[in-house]
């Protein structure tokens, strides 16, 4: 596949996720399975990698937390289902970590190419550290890209699962850093009329734009 091609089949942001079937280390698994949850897509570049092994047993220690946001993880790599079998042993053997989350064997680079996860400049035959995050109903929320020589943060992907939930739930947006119990911004008003109404509704505002409220 060329680089235009690749390029071509990016996705984005705000339309359905490309559809997928693939083997996996739990048995074959398809986007369709987690309709009505969150999912965390998320790719390395290959197995027994100290980079990734530290994310690994990271997104394994957070997995209860994202549970109990109604999400689930999913890994891939350019690797056999073997392979990564033998890599989860050895993470439970050697580190004491339990992988409970299924990794997707991508031999054929279909997913990666349809995810954009193939980056030439970084490499032809990996996929580069990406994460996809996919709501309920199949739609792609936000999607990351990371070098090959540098480790994600899995805190920042519960804290962005929390924001996303909460602005969906309150019809709001959330400020740079948020976290539960901050205060979150309430969209700007879109005429004239609404300009003048906001600064008397309440909230805490800087001005007409800039306004904060609590949960």
């Not at 309920?136 to 990371?146: E, F, I, V």
């Not at 509704?201 to 800087?206: D, P, Q, T």
Request: glycine share 6%; with cysteine; hydrophobic share 40%.
């Amino acid at each position: 596949m060329t680089e235009e091609n690749t390029m071509a089949t990016m996705p984005r942001l705000n339309e359905a996720a490309p559809s997928f079937e693939a083997p996996t280390t739990h048995g074959p698994k398809k986007l369709s399975d987690y309709k009505g949850k969150w999912l965390i897509l998320f790719s390395h570049p290959a197995d027994f990698t100290p980079v990734c092994t530290t994310e690994f047993m990271a997104f394994a220690k957070a997995y209860p937390e994202f549970q109990k946001l109604g999400c689930e993880l999913l890994g891939l790599s350019i690797d056999s289902t073997f392979s990564h079998l033998a890599w989860v042993r050895n993470i439970k053997e050697k580190f004491g970590v339990e992988i409970p989350f299924p990794i997707i064997a991508d031999l054929s680079m279909k997913v990666a190419h349809a995810y954009g996860m193939i980056q030439p400049g970084a490499s032809d035959t990996s996929a580069v550290r990406a994460v996809f995050f996919i709501d309920p109903k199949g739609t792609l929320r936000a999607m990351m890209y990371y070098p090959m020589t540098n480790g994600r943060s899995v805190s920042e992907f519960l804290r962005l699962l929390t924001a996303f939930q909460t602005s969906d739930a309150n019809q709001v947006a959330t400020p740079e850093g948020w976290k539960p119990g901050d205060k979150v911004i309430v969209p700007p008003p879109a005429t004239t009329e609404a300009i003048e109404k906001r600064l008397n509704e309440g909230y805490e505002c800087v001005d007409w734009y800039f306004c904060k409220k609590a949960l």
